[in-house]
């Protein structure tokens, strides 16, 4: 490709919307005949847009091979260009129908696990009945993934921290509080009729953490390691809280989780009598988590809302943290 080419260039050769719209389909489906059919125009005609496109741009966008074609590095950067664009149309006439609609679109919200039960929840709840039409869809992940997802565009922003490195300046971050921790087990756990519980008696059972490198898990040890005790002689790493819950149910397991996540399940009727928590290292917590978005991203009026819901709540939680502290 001439490194005079620019995309005005390619406008100015007459380059064709359909064009962007069946080379991203190309770089999806990988067949002539699927990616024509899936932007509405028979095969032939798709070929004869993709010959055009060629002698546009002046080198070849993809060869044949026996099972569909395969984008040349030209090719593909065209095709990741073009997907782009498209992606970015679509945002905006999303944002417009939003716009025209007044309390209609769709809000992605990502968060950790305890201020999705401590925040999120009543938020939600709340959304539902003053904003119905809006759609929500909730993820639960880590904050790294989180990040990833914001980044990628899959979430409008989530509950959660920044990541540390070099994408920490592509986010807006809006802090709401710590996070304590709780060291949850089995109301019949041979620990709670202990008098004078200490950290150290925990020790020896078996404890159930985040898998090696995640917060919570380098919080535990770091709050162990500060107060001169080893580590747990046991450890299950799993990032799954629903196996965490059952396997503290089943066995004399040990797990540090959110409070917010402790007492949630604790209070809850089904599991009142089955889960309780340790009266141990009270002071234990996660660092600062908030509300992150993209930084200098205007948020559509839907998630504008539901963001304003959260934010709400988030400041209780944080009002009642400093309460306390």
Same mark, same amino acid.
């Given at each position: 490709m001439p490194d005079s080419l620019s995309t005005d260039d390619l406008v100015r050769r007459g380059l064709k919307f359909s064009q962007l719209r069946l080379l991203a389909s190309l770089r999806e489906f990988g067949k002539i005949a699927v990616a024509a059919q899936h932007v509405g125009m028979t095969q032939p005609a798709a070929s004869r847009l993709l010959a055009q496109l060629d002698t546009m741009v002046g080198t070849p966008l993809y060869t044949r091979h026996p099972r569909g074609i395969e984008l040349t590095e030209a090719g593909r950067i065209l095709a990741a260009q073009a997907t782009e664009m498209l992606r970015d149309l679509d945002r905006a006439h999303q944002r417009i129908a939003q716009i025209r609609g007044g309390e209609r679109g769709h809000v992605r919200i990502g968060s950790v696990t305890g201020p999705s039960l401590e925040i999120l929840l009543p938020a939600i709840r709340e959304a539902r009945h003053r904003f119905p039409d809006i759609e929500i869809t909730i993820r639960i992940e880590t904050s790294d993934r989180l990040a990833e997802a914001l980044i990628a565009d899959d979430?409008?922003?989530?509950?959660?921290?920044?990541?540390?490195?070099?994408?920490?300046? &592509?986010?807006?971050?809006?802090?709401? /509080?710590?996070? $304590? %921790?709780?060291?949850? !087990?089995?109301?019949?756990?041979?620990?709670?009729?202990?008098?004078?519980?200490?950290?150290?008696?925990?020790?020896?059972?078996?404890?159930?953490?985040?898998?090696?490198?995640?917060?919570?898990?380098?919080?535990?040890?770091?709050?162990?390691?500060?107060?001169?005790?080893?580590?747990?002689?046991?450890?299950?790493?799993?990032?799954?809280?629903?196996?965490?819950? &059952?396997?503290?149910?089943?066995?004399? /397991?040990?797990? $540090? %989780?959110?409070?917010? !996540?402790?007492?949630?399940?604790?209070?809850?009727?089904?599991?009142?009598d089955r889960l309780a928590t340790l009266p141990v290292a009270r002071d234990m917590s996660v660092s600062n988590f908030g509300i992150v978005s993209r930084y200098g991203d205007a948020p559509s009026p839907a998630t504008e809302r539901i963001l304003g819901l959260v934010r709400r709540h988030s400041s209780q939680v944080g009002g009642t943290r400093a309460d306390m502290s």
């Open positions: 979430i409008d922003f989530y509950i959660g921290r920044v990541i540390e490195g070099g994408e920490a300046q &592509a986010f807006s971050f809006s802090v709401i /509080a710590t996070e $304590p %921790v709780g060291l949850l !087990v089995r109301a019949d756990h041979p620990l709670i009729w202990k008098v004078d519980l200490a950290l150290a008696d925990c020790l020896s059972f078996d404890w159930v953490m985040q898998p090696p490198g995640g917060l919570l898990r380098r919080t535990t040890e770091a709050y162990l390691r500060q107060r001169g005790l080893p580590m747990p002689e046991h450890v299950l790493g799993t990032s799954s809280t629903l196996f965490t819950l &059952a396997l503290i149910n089943e066995t004399n /397991a040990i797990a $540090p %989780v959110a409070r917010a !996540v402790a007492e949630f399940f604790v209070a809850r009727a089904a599991l009142r």
